[in-house]
């Protein structure tokens, strides 16, 4: 299920302050995708009553004629109905179903036109514990609330319905406010077939909330890919 309603223009029913707020929000990730995916840990993602700090990401590229060909990324073959967010501009939210299941979130970086995203792998849920415990079950630790993708966007009730939203806009479903991170770990992205070397996951080292890395089955040997 995609959304393909005409996108909102960012600043149609905000004050001029608050459209550039926004606009300097996004532009704080405008560009390489690798910078973006650094900038977004330790930032907080707020979504549907629940606020979480962001500590595991993965960096995804565009097509093969972009400034960062990535063969992993949903953007790879070019736009389309279902990844069209993804070529910008940045600052919003690109959903998707991960194994036609599990809701994943990614937040769109690179230029307007040119496409880049970062997945939000891992976070730890600050505000809303309980209710984001109601939505992943009474019997999940509170480090796991939201510890790998599909499992964040149900903790922080993200759905389908979010694919597009501008999380820099104060009141929208979902967003995103900058922080602070400590110190970054890097490793390959997890069960990616192509490009499956390549150091784009970030995570906020010592935090128990970072997913284990599985590497996939499709994928070569390690050192057998970019």
Known sequence: MVNSAPRRNPCQWRSARECTIARVGAQRLAGDPLEAAHRLLGAQLTGHGV????????????????????????????????????????????????????????????????????????????????????????????????????????????????????????????????GTAGPVADGPRVGVSQAADRRWRLWLADQPEVSAYRRSPRAPGPGGSD
């Open 51 to 178: 606020t979480a700090t962001i500590v595991e990401v993965e960096a995804y590229g565009g097509p093969p004629d972009g400034p960062w060909p990535d063969a992993a990324s949903h953007s790879y073959r070019g736009p389309g109905a279902r990844n069209s967010v993804m070529f910008g501009p940045p600052g919003r939210l690109y959903t998707y179903r991960s194994h036609g299941i599990h809701v994943c979130a990614n937040v769109v970086c690179g230029f307007d036109g040119v496409a880049a995203a970062v997945l939000l792998r891992g976070a730890a849920v600050g505000r809303g514990v309980e209710l984001a415990a109601r939505r992943r079950g009474p019997h999940v630790p509170a480090t796991r609330l939201a510890r790998g993708p599909g499992n964040l966007c149900a903790a922080l009730g993200i759905t389908m319905d979010d694919y597009g939203v501008d999380l820099f806009d104060p009141v929208g479903p979902v967003r995103l406010a900058f």
